[in-house]
């Protein structure tokens, strides 16, 4: 059962003021310059950080919720655009993504703590972003054994064969992954069939995950089952970033099927033999979904739309349709 595994009621934080985007310095240790390891003007490097607001007077108002009853959360990360907009958008609902991605800076003497403890930068948002969406349409590719868009992907070299992945203007996770060699890098290159690139497709997907489980890490702790009263043992998520990647990894081994649902357009997992009549992700949007249709029902009649008409317009039936519009 993938309920024994994983710690599926995981928790984590939403502030209720929200968050917004603040300028701030970079913090020190990435302060020098790369190539000359010199230390650059500290003022001259400002980023944006998506920072919660901290109300003024106001204890941390965080609201805690379960992001893995979410069941297509990584899905919905991967289609996140990779924007202000889109990132604050992503927060508001879901959090900031802990872990790693939350800077350790000290904070001048003025400035709201908050900021710091849990501040978080774009450009680190965006490469968790990018790199998500680089793992989903791998596994999608994989999974199709889409050929031609996988060639694009893996490289057969006369002595090795690599990952290059997609280009990106962020940074995505392996700027070129050799997965097979006929020295010591990789794979034995003759465990591979010459030309293919889906196996080898599959091992960088594989590769990919397992760098961003190390860099998130859901550990695997002993926990106290409620329900046997035994002690249990788990993945437990350490940040809302881990969660994503674990809820993938679980995905991938699970061959699990995903679908945007047609009331709020989230991801949502559908069970295999739901496939057909599951369009909504939780009860809440189905509601609201037959909701709307009641209304727009009742709209059409009172423009004088016959009921015969307003019933294939909605996909539904006469019967039900006048229910509806009495
Ligand atoms: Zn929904």
Avoid at 12 to 25: E, I, K, M, N, S
Avoid at 304 to 314: D, E, N
């Amino acid at each position: 059962m993938a309920s024994q595994l994983l710690k599926t009621d995981f928790e984590w934080p939403v502030p209720r003021a929200g968050f917004a985007w603040v300028d701030l310095p970079v913090p020190a240790a990435a302060k020098q310059s790369r190539s000359t390891g010199q230390a650059v003007n500290l003022e001259s490097l400002r980023e944006p950080y998506l920072v919660p607001i901290v109300p003024p007077g106001a204890l941390a108002g965080d609201q805690n919720y379960r992001p893995l009853d979410r069941t297509g959360l990584f899905r919905i990360l991967a289609d996140t655009p990779a924007t202000q907009e889109g990132i604050l958008e992503f927060a508001k609902e879901f959090g900031r993504l802990g872990g790693s991605v939350t800077a350790s800076n000290s904070p001048p003497p003025s400035a709201n703590p908050h900021f710091w403890w849990h501040s978080e930068s774009l450009s680190s948002w965006r490469s968790e972003i990018e790199q998500m969406k680089e793992a989903v349409g791998l596994w999608d590719l994989c999974r199709a054994g889409d050929r031609k868009a996988l060639s694009d992907l893996i490289h057969w070299e006369p002595h090795f064969l690599c990952y290059v992945p997609p280009k990106s203007q962020f940074r995505t996770t392996v700027q070129n992954l050799v997965i097979a060699s006929e020295d010591s890098l990789g794979d034995p290159i003759g465990d591979y069939d010459r030309g293919d690139v889906v196996i080898p497709a599959w091992k960088a997907l594989l590769w990919i995950v397992n760098c961003k489980l190390n860099q998130h890490p859901a550990p695997r702790q002993l926990l106290w089952d409620r329900r046997t009263l035994r002690p249990i043992s788990q993945l437990v998520p350490s940040s809302l970033i881990s969660a994503m990647w674990i809820q993938l990894a679980q995905a991938i081994t699970e061959n699990k099927n995903y679908d945007q649902c047609h009331q709020c357009g989230l991801w949502f997992e559908v069970a295999a033999e739901k496939r057909k009549d599951a369009k909504f992700c939780s009860n809440a949007c189905r509601f609201k979904a037959y909701r709307e249709r009641q209304k727009l029902a009742k709209r059409l009649h009172a423009e004088g739309m016959v009921l015969v008409q307003i019933a294939s317009k909605l996909g539904s039936d006469v019967e039900t349709v006048k229910g509806w519009v009495k």
